[in-house]
């Protein structure tokens, strides 16, 4: 497989060009560019989705593919090692492993999902820095069914969310602020295990069809288009009048309010 030369692998038969500006640009340690430009190595790729973490890029491609470039401090690149990379490689381990559809960054750390529905991970706070599949981790001790028929995936700074086919809802990671949805006296301090959110009797949260997830807020879409989050509202983030924090669900738009169609977050905004 020639990537840096712009070839195309056999198997991709439609070029979609993937265009990125800022700091990863150029590549680890390249300098920020100010005008949006293809990304080099990607040339001749149907990519099928993409993300961006605080200094390193993914992406699938519609052949299964994942690329990585960029910084590779805490192994967030899946090579297994911890060496930068300033033009998109493949990401062998999880080729090897499954066909990609779906790929997510955190700040250090990047998940993938399979064509089986199946979760992959790596990086900072992951089971690996090599691609790792999350059910069968120590992360996912306890034999829960999370990360398995994963249909949408969202990452924040220190947790993660999954949304499954059949509508529940799986997070897991820090819950210093309440973004995982569960307020138990040992479930606020520490790397928590996998948990569906607490399902509030002012909010009962119904089918989820999304998630997103800010540095420390979650947000989750209801099949009915209710907005329902919890977590961090220092910065208002949650849209409620009070900056504290809800460790519960809590709907953020009032009766009456036009039904939503998708949330998105990030940092401390949605």
Wanted: glycine share 14%.
């Amino acid at each position: 497989l020639v990537v840096c030369s712009g070839e195309a692998p056999a198997r991709e038969a439609q070029r979609v060009t993937c265009w990125l500006w800022g700091h990863l640009a150029h590549g680890a340690g390249g300098d920020p560019r100010t005008v949006p430009a293809p990304v080099k190595g990607l040339g001749g790729v149907h990519v099928v989705s993409a993300s961006v973490g605080d200094a390193h890029a993914a992406v699938a491609t519609r052949s299964g593919l994942v690329f990585t470039w960029g910084d590779n401090s805490f192994g967030q690149l899946g090579t297994g090692d911890e060496r930068p990379c300033r033009a998109p490689e493949v990401v062998a381990g999880l080729a090897d492993a499954a066909d990609a559809v779906l790929v997510a960054c955190g700040p250090q750390y990047t998940a993938a999902v399979s064509a089986d529905r199946n979760l992959y991970t790596w990086g900072r706070n992951q089971p690996s820095n090599y691609p790792t599949l999350f059910h069968t981790s120590w992360q996912n001790r306890g034999g829960t069914p999370c990360g398995t028929e994963v249909a949408s995936l969202a990452c924040g700074h220190h947790h993660m969310a999954v949304v499954t086919s059949t509508g529940s809802c799986w997070l897991w990671g820090y819950n210093e602020d309440g973004q995982l949805g569960c307020q138990g006296p040992d479930q606020l301090n520490g790397f928590q295990k996998p948990v569906r959110p607490l399902r509030d009797p002012r909010s009962p949260l119904g089918r989820i069809v999304q998630a997103a997830c800010g540095a420390a807020h979650t947000i989750v879409l209801t099949e009915s288009g209710t907005a329902i989050g919890f977590g961090s509202n220092s910065h208002g983030q949650l849209g409620i009048p009070s900056r504290s924090s809800r460790r519960y669900p809590t709907r953020l738009l009032a009766d009456g309010s036009p039904r939503t169609a998708r949330v998105l977050a990030a940092g401390h905004a949605t």
